[in-house]
Nanobody
Framework: QVQLVESGGGLVQAGGSLRLSCAAS????????MGWYRQVPGKQRELVAT???????NFADSVKGRFTISRDNAKNTVYLQMNSLKPEDTANYRC???????????????WGQGTQVTVSS
């Protein structure tokens, strides 16, 4: 019953910016950590950035200083602000969230469908 829907992807020239959004909907009690991952054809998924429920963040070395992750708990939404984009950032970006159900004590991991980001040189 939990769905994650990403938006904000598109085509941008190198040096440009995009902001991705991921909104969680459905029936749940709370969201713990949230994150963004990316994947290109023929390669495994890689971590881009994560943010805990308390607001602590972590970034891949390749995006440090360029990307910012944030969340709006009132909207159950996580954002990824991507600046100074490079062609190497081209990938399908997918949102992840650890969600606690209304009844129970454990968190479950959910994934969005993904949004494509293409950076041209």
């Amino acid at each position: 019953q939990v769905q994650l829907v990403e938006s904000g992807g598109g085509l941008v020239q190198a040096g440009g910016s995009l902001r991705l959004s991921c909104a969680a909907s459905g029936s749940f009690f709370s969201i713990n950590s949230m994150g963004w991952y990316r994947q290109v054809p023929g390669k495994q998924r890689e971590l881009v950035a994560t943010i805990t429920g308390g607001g602590n963040t972590n970034f891949a070395d390749s995006v440090k200083g360029r990307f910012t992750i944030s969340r709006d708990n009132a909207k159950n939404t996580v954002y990824l602000q991507m600046n100074s984009l490079k062609p190497e950032d081209t990938a399908n970006y997918r949102c992840n969230a650890d969600v606690a159900p209304q009844y129970g004590s454990s968190y479950y991991s959910y994934w969005g469908q993904g949004t494509q980001v293409t950076v041209s040189s």
